[in-house]
């Protein structure tokens, strides 16, 4: 019993041992614990820890919420006193009893919040509830961090993006400003490329020449048109305006004011080219604009020559009535002195002698008439033909064997027209073809043929109209005509030939003729090579048609 009871007591003894160890080895980590605990609260970084009750009064705090709170509100703190009451300010005091009333009822959460009195610092906490073994809430744990310094550089930050996005907002507004002024200036520069474009078009696509000089005077570009008339690419060439027209080498481009077109003629070639200078402000070059005007200054001359030739012929016309008069006159007297004398008087030899003479003045009176068309002749239908053959077979008798004639006679209509006065034309053309040749002989060409008269022919000879004519074509192949006379061989008494072999009424006599038919007459000469003179005179109309039967008749 005794050894029982020693062996209860030696096991009593054992567990009490063993409890008594185990509560030690408890206290020893508690105390471990404590110590790791208190070191971790008060380990630098800043963070406040406190712990309170439901009543709100201190459990526990650690010393850098000792020292904040001594900072910021100027009290000691201590446990056992209330949060609430050390808490100045009612808006700090409000917030932190919204945030431990979370707390205690369960919730556990983080809120970022200004707080202090004296100095205003900003706080992250953690808010924790403090639980019991049986899950009961006995108070709550608050963890703050200060993070003014992260705030107001956030604050900071904030405010630069603002303001950066402020700034944004004004350069973007001053991008969208300045973008539409871009656009606007693109559309303007794009018009204006279009404009150039058409113009440039327009320019250069003319058929009309058209060049392009720089302010300096020298050619950037010339078209297709400019090309060809000047027989070169006087761009490519450098050439300047003044070396393309010698005649205007004192032409200056830089006289010529926007606004102000200037012109001037030109002779290239063969061609008179009439050129508009413009000053184009848009490219800051000249255009100049040409235009042929030969057959202008062609028919200018011809228009000249027949108003020239209308006035000769008006005053030779008035010249030669007053002289018929006067030769009437003469011939009268002589008549009557012969009839008081007799056949063997020495006085009628001088009186015969005298009337020659007058009656050589009447036909001359009479060549001048005809070609003031003031002479008075019978008018009636007349084919060229047998004229032409008619004159030929007498020339052909009297010409040298050196001349050889050449005849393309083609049937033609009727004109109206003397046979006598187109036999005179025929004589006069084909003498002075033959005078032309006398000397180194050639060949003297006549061909009739009939023509339609349109307006594009009209255009070189104006005083023309439209419908069928006969054309008369008398050519040689003698020395030709000088250029420098040609326009003066249809006046009266204007001749090349020596003084007793020509009167210089021939030309002008034929000329007066054909005008006075309606017609006209050309003449086309290159010397040492020939002369070509066409006599166009127009047809009877309503027989033109019978005479086309006739033709196909035969």
């Not at 206290?27 to 009750?53: F, N, Y």
């Not at 005053?315 to 002289?323: C, P, Q, R, W």
């Amino acid at each position: 019993m005794n050894e029982k009871m020693s062996i209860k007591q030696k096991e009593a003894l054992n567990k009490c041992h063993d409890e008594i160890t185990g509560r030690r080895h408890t206290d020893e980590e508690l105390r471990h614990a404590h110590i790791l605990l208190e070191a971790s609260l008060e380990s630098p970084g800043g963070m406040l820890i406190l712990a309170i009750d439901k009543e709100y009064n201190y459990l526990f705090f650690n010393k850098t919420h000792k020292e904040n709170t001594k900072i910021n509100y100027g009290i000691d703190l201590a446990v056992g006193m209330n949060l609430l009451e050390n808490i100045t300010g009612d808006d700090d005091r409000g917030k932190a009893k919204v945030n431990f009333d979370r707390a205690f009822s369960g919730e556990s959460f983080s809120i970022i919040q200004e707080y202090g009195d004296i100095n205003r610092v900003y706080y992250e906490i953690v808010y924790s509830p403090i639980t019991s073994r049986t899950a009961e809430i006995m108070g709550a744990t608050a963890f703050a961090t200060d993070i003014t310094a992260r705030k107001e550089a956030e604050d900071s930050i904030r405010e630069y993006s603002q303001r950066l996005e402020e700034m944004v907002e004004e350069r973007t507004a001053d991008f969208i400003k300045a973008n539409e002024i871009l656009q606007k200036e693109v559309t303007e520069h794009k018009k204006a490329e279009e404009a150039l474009k058409e113009k440039a078009a327009f320019v250069f696509n003319n058929p009309a020449p058209v060049m392009q000089a720089g302010s300096h005077g020298n050619v950037i570009h010339c078209n297709s048109a400019a090309q060809r008339l000047l027989k070169c690419d006087c761009s490519k060439n450098c050439m300047s305006v003044n070396d393309l027209f010698t005649d205007y080498s004192d032409f200056d481009l830089r006289k010529v004011v926007p606004g102000q077109p200037r012109q001037f003629e030109a002779t290239v070639g063969n061609d008179i080219v009439l050129f508009t200078v413009v000053n184009d402000t848009d490219t800051g070059s000249y255009f100049m604009y040409g235009s042929n005007i030969t057959e202008l200054k062609n028919l200018e001359k011809q228009l000249y020559h027949i108003h020239k030739m209308e006035s000769i012929g008006t005053l030779a016309g008035g010249i030669a009535h007053d002289f018929n008069n006067i030769l009437n006159s003469m011939l009268g007297h002589i008549y009557m002195a012969k009839k008081k004398l007799t056949k063997k008087s020495k006085a009628k030899v001088h009186l015969d002698f005298l009337e020659s003479s007058a009656n050589h003045a009447t036909d001359l009176v009479q060549q001048i008439l005809t070609f003031s068309r003031e002479g008075k002749s019978a008018l009636q239908p007349t084919h060229v033909e047998p004229i032409i053959k008619e004159v030929t077979n007498v020339l052909r008798t009297s010409l040298p064997a050196s001349i050889n004639i050449r005849q393309n006679i083609n049937p033609t209509s009727a004109i109206m027209a003397n046979p006598t006065q187109i036999h005179q034309v025929l004589i006069n053309l084909c003498t002075n073809a033959c005078h032309a040749m006398q000397r180194s002989g050639g060949i003297l060409e006549v061909k009739l043929s009939e023509i339609d008269i349109d307006s594009k022919f009209i255009a070189q000879c104006p005083d023309l109209n439209k419908g069928p004519h006969v054309r008369l074509r008398v050519k040689d192949s003698g020395h030709g005509i000088d250029p420098s006379i040609i326009n003066r061989i249809f006046e009266p008494y204007f001749t090349t030939k020596e003084k007793e072999k020509g009167t210089g009424l021939g030309l002008s006599v034929v000329h007066g003729i054909v005008r006075n038919y309606g017609g006209t007459v050309t003449v086309s000469s290159d010397l040492s090579k020939g002369t070509t003179f066409q006599v166009y005179i127009p047809v009877i109309q309503n027989t033109s048609n019978q005479e086309k039967e006739r033709r196909s008749e035969k």
